[in-house]
């Protein structure tokens, strides 16, 4: 459902989160390492996700990623998704028909529209901070 880009963006996002709650700043290649992402590839989502100030960035021998409590807890899950796949999970047609909407429906476009109603409250309800929280008890589910 989710481009590989988001996917890895989700995963760096929340490992950053895990560790900005210890006080720790983490290094894309620590990120890289620990969510099984390529650097070069984690290093771009980073910087788009910095960039719109999902994510902080620093430079210099202490530098890194981090995210403060705040933006842990303000950040939902809907916020990743629209930096890096854009808004058309919430509106393009499951199929990807041009012409696919209420009156001229696919074949699954009620289905779908159920579907998408549920992502969209979860998307919504999800924040940074939640999904950390509740990974830091079982990191194994994050780093595999």
């Not at 930096?83 to 209420?102: H, P, R, S």
């Amino acid at each position: 459902m989710f481009s590989k880009t988001c996917k890895y963006g989700i995963k760096a996002l929340i490992y950053i989160a895990t560790q900005s709650v210890e006080g720790k700043r983490v290094t894309i290649g620590e990120i890289s390492k620990k969510t099984d992402t390529p650097e070069a590839f984690t290093a771009k989502i980073l910087g788009t996700l910095s960039k719109n100030g999902l994510v902080s960035s620093f430079t210099g021998p202490n530098g890194g990623f981090e995210i403060s409590d705040s933006k842990m807890k303000s950040v939902k899950m809907r916020d990743i998704v629209s930096v890096i796949d854009g808004n058309e999970i919430f509106w393009q047609c499951a199929l990807g028909l041009t012409g696919c909407d209420d009156k001229n429906p696919c074949p699954v476009h009620n289905q779908f529209t159920e579907v998408r109603s549920k992502l969209v409250v979860m998307l919504e309800s999800a924040t940074v901070y939640d999904m950390a929280t509740e990974l830091r008890a079982n990191m194994d589910i994050l780093l595999r």
